[in-house]
């Protein structure tokens, strides 16, 4: 299986997006950054055939882990602050 | 006040247009084999990820099983039975006095978080029980479930959520789901000397009574129904601990 120029752009966002997670600064964004590119992952898992991986990115990545990462951002603080 | 009022429009527009996408798709279906056409075509039987995951490597599911049950051991010490004189722990909750983690949800989401719920609970156990024969199996479906509990717990707070799972309920569920594993593997070991051996019949009785067409599966759906249970009991305990501070208050009171 090729990859399509839809499979390139999708994969270009999950790059960007797990680039913007990295840099952000806001946790909140961080994690919905994080969700969007379990979805963009899931997307390409399922182009490349493999729905069972697909699947489990899906409930995982983008649903399931950005809950917790976001219970624990309200259970702590929000802002990551770099002391100077 | 106006962002407000502005927001809910939004929502009903993108909930109107969504339902008429869902309404005309569902009155112009057409059913597409997918990759399911291409795996029996392969004439692989009947689903080769799960005859994998469970036949040949089943000693790396069991693997699998056991990190998440060591996650979960992790979170219930950090956050449930464990905490009894941790500071730290005192200062970031014993402030807040049981508050209920009501996020304040608008009524749209409030009333499609239960169907969606629901639906998302039922497409779990399709998945769970066609494990052997579809794409998905035990983890897909327990944490499409555990998904499920989360979204309603996140749009209704803990103490109004519509889905009530105990905390106790949810701890002896997630050991009767690795030990249900463990104990069928056993099963194979008693019966061909191998352990997590997958056993084709039993006395000339298969286990697990698949229609014709579809092949030997063997103690496969079994074992997926063992690793749904654990990990939909082990996210939901996660979910649990932390987002109600019920528990960990009166550990607290405790100590």
């Keep these: ?84 | 006040m106006k962002l407000s009022v502005s927001r809910e429009v939004a929502v009903s527009l993108s909930f109107l247009l969504f339902g008429a996408g869902v309404f005309y798709s569902i009155y112009s279906i057409e059913v597409v084999e997918g990759v399911n056409a291409i795996y029996t075509h392969i004439k692989i039987v009947p689903n080769f990820v799960s005859a994998v995951l469970f036949d040949w490597r089943g000693f790396d599911t069991l693997g699998e099983c056991l990190i998440l049950i060591n996650s979960v051991l992790v979170t219930g010490i950090v956050f449930g039975k464990g905490l009894f004189n941790w500071d730290f722990l005192k200062e970031v909750y014993g402030e807040e006095k049981c508050k209920d983690s009501d996020l304040g949800f608008t009524p749209i989401v409030k009333v499609l978080a239960v169907p969606m719920g629901v639906l998302l609970m039922a497409l779990g156990i399709l998945v769970i029980l066609g494990g052997h024969i579809t794409p998905g199996g035990g983890f897909q479906g327990g944490a499409l479930i555990s998904a499920a509990y989360v979204l309603a717990m996140v749009a209704f707070g803990v103490r109004r959520c519509p889905i009530r799972f105990t905390y106790k309920f949810l701890e002896s569920l997630e050991s009767f789901g690795a030990l249900l594993f463990l104990i069928l593997g056993l099963l194979g070991m008693v019966l061909s000397g191998y352990y997590l051996y997958n056993i084709r019949e039993i006395w000339g009785i298969p286990p697990f009574p698949s229609p014709p067409g579809v092949g030997d599966v063997g103690i496969i759906p079994y074992l997926n129904i063992g690793v749904g249970l654990k990990v939909l009991a082990g996210l939901s305990t996660i979910t649990v601990l932390l987002l109600s501070q019920r528990i960990i208050s009166k550990n607290i009171g405790k100590g």
């Design chain 1, 1 to 84: 299986m090729f990859l399509s120029v839809i499979d390139g752009a999708v994969l270009i966002l999950v790059l960007l997006s797990y680039l913007g997670a990295l840099t952000q600064k806001d946790l909140i964004k961080c994690v919905v950054l994080t969700g969007l590119g379990g979805l963009g992952l899931a997307y390409i898992f399922t182009s490349l055939l493999a729905p069972d991986v697909a699947l489990t990115e899906a409930i995982l990545g983008g649903a399931v882990l950005p809950a917790f990462f976001a219970f624990t951002v309200m259970r702590t603080q929000r802002f990551d602050e770099i002391e100077e």
